[in-house]
């Protein structure tokens, strides 16, 4: 299999956020080595088939030269799906790359999601044990004064309490 030197490769522009991973046709033309138009028409043909769905792809456009041209962004399963017709001079190197790419970028988005959640769990958690030192506290407060007019059952006031609240 013919590879491509890491110079000479085309930097991939494949976008990813909030977990949505998009490429655009322009880039899938430069690394498969066809030109734009050509991997335009198979894209046509693909979402008018219904192999490539309308969620999975977005026209778009961009300017060159002052010219308005159109292209696709296609999210993952839209490529995934577009990858085999693609075809081009690298077609097998240009699947490997962007592939590649994708699951590398999806690694990186959900691990990213990973810390997130995480941090957002421990604001929570620092939330709750805040919350619960302060009704503690207040129950702490209660006892006493239950005691200091002599209850008899003043320790026994923070289980009723707690109980229904399910702290």
């Given amino acids: 299999m013919k590879t491509t030197s890491s110079k000479n490769l085309t930097p991939l522009i494949i976008h990813g956020t909030n977990r949505h991973i998009t490429i655009d046709s322009r880039s899938i033309a ?31 456009d961009y300017v060159k030269r002052g010219k308005t041209y159109r292209c ?21 190197e240009g699947q490997k790359r962007l592939v590649d790419e994708f699951l590398s970028l999806r690694q990186r988005l959900d691990k990213q999601s990973k810390v997130r959640e995480s941090q957002a769990f421990q604001m929570v958690r620092l ?41």
């Fill in 127 to 167: 939330s709750g044990k805040d919350a619960r030192k302060l009704l503690t506290d207040e129950i702490q407060t209660f006892i006493d004064y239950a005691k200091s007019n002599g209850s008899n059952n003043a320790k026994m006031y923070y289980i009723s309490i707690k109980q229904p609240s399910n702290y």
């Fill in 30 to 60: 430069e690394v498969f080595e066809r030109p734009h138009k050509n991997v335009l028409q198979t894209l046509d043909s693909l979402i008018e088939d219904g192999i490539i769905s309308r969620l999975e792809s977005m026209l778009s």
């Fill in 72 to 92: 696709y962004e296609l999210n993952e399963a839209g490529f995934l799906k577009a990858m085999p017709f693609i075809g081009g001079k690298q077609s097998k």
